[in-house]
């Protein structure tokens, strides 16, 4: 079945930092891919997106690039900032517009000053 | 534009008893998704409803229902609460038109059995 992996958390880091968090998929043809992100006591909201291979979503410094060849979207900041700290979702959707969105387990990001 | 909007924000129950939970799609929206987020299991799909029909379900017991209404609103049921069932549930909703859309959640209602 379809699914997504990501890496285990929780993920610390002092500010200014580069950050990566790996994110891999499971399915057949081309599902759209997607990073949440849930600041506390909120709900999720999204971060970035990307709909074909090669597609490199971007938004507020964050970046994830859809990989076809290694079935991954892995997601990167290249300085982050304390308000940064959140957990943060990889998800999948299939083609069809009716399919779920099928979410990974999610990373807890803590950026220290 | 007002935001998806859950009621009520927190909840306590008892084992045994049920519970209704609301959520109030953005206007235009028709897709709604429930979800039950513990530290344990992340987020877990609960179902879907698009125009008023159950359009995917996940793997939950008989006990977790739902309906959607005619505004699109929601609703879901727990029946005969169990500990484990403490959670936040978070409702998303779409327009689902288009397989790229993003979903938006609302703040979610938490869930404490006692």
């Known amino acids: 079945g379809n699914s997504v992996t990501q890496m285990e958390g929780p993920v610390t880091l002092s500010e200014e930092a580069f950050l990566t968090i790996n994110c891999t998929y499971t399915?057949?043809?081309?599902?759209?891919l997607f990073w949440y992100v849930q600041y506390p006591g909120e709900g999720l909201q999204l971060l970035l997106k990307?709909?074909?291979?090669?597609d490199k979503g971007s938004n507020k410094g964050f970046e994830a690039t859809y990989r076809k060849e290694t079935t991954s979207f892995h997601l990167e900041k290249g300085s982050v900032q304390v308000s940064d700290s959140a957990v943060y979702f990889c998800?999948?959707?299939?083609?069809?517009?009716?399919?779920?969105?099928?979410f990974g387990p999610g990373t807890s990001l803590s950026v220290i000053p | 534009k007002a935001g998806v909007t859950q009621t009520p924000r927190y909840l306590i129950k008892t084992r045994g008893q049920q519970v209704t939970l609301s959520c109030s799609p953005i206007?235009?929206?028709?897709?709604v998704s429930w979800y039950q987020q513990t530290p344990g299991q992340g987020l877990q799909f609960l179902f879907e409803?698009?125009?008023?029909?159950?359009?995917n379900k996940g793997n939950f017991p008989g006990r977790f229902s739902g309906r959607q209404f005619s505004n699109s609103r929601s609703e879901m049921n727990v029946s005969t609460l169990e500990l484990g069932d403490s959670a936040l549930y978070l409702c998303?909703?779409?327009?689902?038109?288009?397989?790229?859309?993003?979903?938006?959640f609302g703040s979610g209602t938490q869930l404490s059995v006692l």
């Open positions: 998800a999948l959707k299939k083609e069809t517009s009716y399919d779920k969105v099928i």
């Open positions: 206007s235009g929206h028709r897709s």
């Open positions: 399915a057949t043809g081309y599902p759209s």
């Open positions: 990307a709909t074909k291979a090669d």
């Open positions: 409803y698009f125009s008023e029909t159950q359009r």
């Open positions: 998303a909703s779409s327009l689902n038109v288009a397989t790229n859309e993003k979903l938006f």
